[in-house]
């Protein structure tokens, strides 16, 4: 027998019954529709979540920390201890793929717009560090030298400074007070009170920056390139007088102590230098962090959610595949006589066997094409209703789900799969008929 | 008429076991057909008749003996070749004519060219051309419910010769037909082994018909043959 006649004996027989052949079959469709819908929603926020990753150019960038972290509760002997300084970031801009680095500059400071004030920890950034995408414009520009008085700020700290539309900021002053050491609190009754721990010794020195750009808020915390809320420029930095203290831990350094950078933040440019810059930087005694790691381990978290998904949706199957079974069973009962005309004419049992395995397969061919046509409906109406939701809380339009081509291929192919299993003990059974008792029967 | 051996067998022996009781069925028979002859097996019910029939049309094996067609052991073959064997030497045909009731009669007809792998457009053509042949071209589109006990057998029969068989078993073909019709599917057949060289055997009661028709009887009884 030539497959397309079994493929059009497949299809006659099913036709004959019509209603049975459509119930089992929803029963497949039902099956694929949960696991493509499941799959494809953990592909979907797979794909979500790497792509933003990609977008920000996070994988382009190593965090760089000296050996002795903050906190770190091990004590590396001092000479061990690479300083992360401007020679060090001399060094490393050296390396081959390296863009650029730049230390993680950063001070706490009161910032104060028209009536408003806020607290806040200032970046000094370099200006390259703006040729990347990591950062995302919603007003105005960036600044392209390392000297002047410019300042970008993000739209949340915006808010709460009472501005709603980041346009109205760009080009207006802002004040910049940071923290110094009070040289007029040096006479004995001042020290007398700081000793006591009635007053502080600090005062404030105010610089007036110019708004030039307004970004959105990165969505990622954790240890970015960028994680502040205002940024100016390195040189601007440099010449203000302020105390670089992160936090209390800070206050705890050994006396003479030599400060170096808390991070720097090395951009390659490609994916490629990751690891050979990471290696160089390791054998210099300092610790990294990759966002490319992360991305290793999170996707270890995708495929577990991914394998849950899975285990669910083939719930779904399982029942599908025993009404495959009970439905080829019954049809081998109502052709019982058929096979034995098969036989009679020259069937084998091979053939009659292929015949079954092609109605199963017939079955689990349709079950795949419009279960993923039911997943994929499924998707388009979760992704309207929770971006509906979602949009009035002013969250940008996400799609949830994914149907990467070998999703839908795979689909179709695993329907097929699973009802040729299921028509295995059917068609088997269908070729066992003994056609002299098939023949006699009514 | 009698040419060439063309079947032979050898001890045939059939036990259907179901338990404990066994049920011989056949119990050696020796049987000789020539190419070209129309034999008619003949007998009381329960005598062996039909396993003889499917025992011929390797519907079903031995249990001991040996059924030799063409000096070609069948009794030997495996299931594949034995289906290759029913498809391109055996035609068979049944008193309840076991056609496929959803089925038209030029689809019952062609059916075995589906497994012979003959293309789809052939296999209607050749089908056609069988119809033609019984008669019953006209009535190609009709389903075995709309056709005469006559009919039915007569598209059996269409079917029966459509692979071109050395050899046609009929198992009581006139079994569920009047006595008119009885004779003209007989007189069919008849025309196949004479005009066509058709080796017909033919299990059938009327033995009075069979007389007319045939070259040879035998008479089986208890699963033996005890006249020919």
Not at chain 1, 333 to 339: K, T
Not at chain 2, 161 to 177: H, M, R, S, V
Request: with cysteine; proline share 4%; charged share 20%.
């Amino acid at each position: 027998m030539k497959t397309s006649d079994y493929i059009e004996q497949s299809i006659a027989n099913l036709w004959k019954k019509k209603l049975r052949t459509f119930l089992t079959t929803f029963g497949v469709v039902i099956g694929i529709g949960a696991l493509v819908s499941m799959f494809s929603f953990g592909q979907g926020i797979q794909k979500n979540v790497t792509e933003r990753f990609r977008e920000l150019g996070l994988f382009n960038y190593i965090n760089v920390f000296s050996g002795s972290e903050q906190g770190s509760t091990e004590q590396p002997e001092p000479n061990k201890i690479t300083l992360l300084d401007d020679e060090l970031i001399e060094q490393i801009t050296q390396m081959e793929g390296v863009e650029s680095a730049f230390p993680e500059i950063r001070f706490p400071a009161m910032i104060r717009f028209k009536d408003q004030e806020d607290f806040t920890l200032i970046q000094a950034l370099p200006a390259t560090v703006y040729q990347s995408d990591l950062i995302k414009l919603c007003a105005g520009t960036v600044y392209d030298s390392d000297e002047p008085n410019s300042l970008i700020i993000s739209d949340a700290l915006l808010r709460s400074l009472k501005i709603e539309d980041p346009h109205v900021a760009i080009g207006q002053q802002i004040e910049v007070a940071t923290l110094i050491i009070d040289i007029g609190l040096f006479n004995p009754a001042a020290i007398a009170s700081v000793l006591q721990g009635q007053t502080m010794p600090f005062a404030r020195q105010s610089y007036t920056f110019t708004i030039v750009g307004v970004i959105e808020r990165g969505e990622f915390g954790g240890p970015t390139p960028l994680r502040s809320d205002v940024y100016i420029p390195i040189g601007a930095s440099e010449k203000m007088k302020k105390l670089s203290l992160t936090s209390i831990w800070d206050f705890f350094q050994p006396t003479g102590h030599k400060q170096g950078y808390s991070m720097v933040g090395v951009r390659v440019s490609s994916i490629k230098y990751i690891d050979p810059v990471k290696k160089q930087l390791e054998e210099l005694g300092l610790k990294t962090f990759a966002f490319i790691d992360e991305l290793q381990e999170l996707k270890k978290v995708f495929l577990l959610m991914d394998m849950f998904l899975f285990a669910i949706g083939m719930i779904a199957i399982t029942v599908a595949s025993l009404g495959i079974i009970n439905t080829m069973v019954m049809s081998i009962l109502e052709r019982y006589r058929e096979i034995g005309i098969m036989k009679a004419v020259g069937a084998s049992d091979r053939d009659v066997k292929k015949i079954f395995l092609f109605e199963s397969a017939t079955i689990g061919f349709l079950g795949g094409v419009f279960g993923l046509a039911l997943g994929w409906a499924v998707s388009v109406l979760i992704n309207s209703v929770v971006n509906c939701f979602l949009g009035g809380r002013g969250v940008p339009y996400i799609d949830y789900f994914s149907f990467p081509w070998w999703l839908c291929l795979g689909a179709i192919a695993f329907s097929i799969l699973v009802s040729l299993a299921a028509g295995v003990y059917p068609a088997l059974r269908a070729a066992r008929v003994d056609p002299v008792v098939a023949l006699r029967h009514d | 008429m009698s040419g060439t051996t063309f079947i032979k067998t050898t001890n045939l022996s059939k036990v259907y076991s179901s338990g404990r009781i066994e049920v011989v069925a056949l119990k050696d028979v020796n049987l000789t057909i020539a190419e070209g002859t129309f034999l008619g097996v003949t007998g009381p019910s329960g005598s062996g008749k039909s396993t003889l029939v499917n025992l011929l049309g390797g519907l079903d094996t031995p249990s001991s003996g040996i059924i030799e067609v063409q000096d070609k052991p069948i009794s030997e073959l495996n299931k594949e070749e034995l289906a290759l064997y029913r498809r391109h030497q055996v035609g068979m045909i049944f008193q309840s004519f076991n056609l496929i009731s959803s089925y038209t009669a030029l689809e019952n007809v062609a059916f075995p060219l589906l497994f012979a792998g003959v293309p789809k457009k052939q296999r209607n053509q050749r089908a056609a051309e069988m119809l033609e042949t019984v008669g019953l071209y006209p009535r190609r589109g009709h389903r075995p419910s709309e056709l005469s006990g006559g009919e039915q057998q007569r598209v059996a029969i269409a079917r029966a010769i459509i692979n071109q068989p050395k050899i046609l078993l009929a198992d009581e073909p006139t079994g569920n037909l009047d006595s008119k019709t009885s004779r003209q599917v007989v007189q069919m057949l008849a025309e196949l082994n004479k005009n066509h060289g058709l080796t017909v055997t033919m299990i059938s009661h009327e033995e009075a018909l069979l007389r007319e028709y045939a070259n040879d009887i035998v008479r089986l009884h208890d699963g033996k043959i005890i006249d020919r």
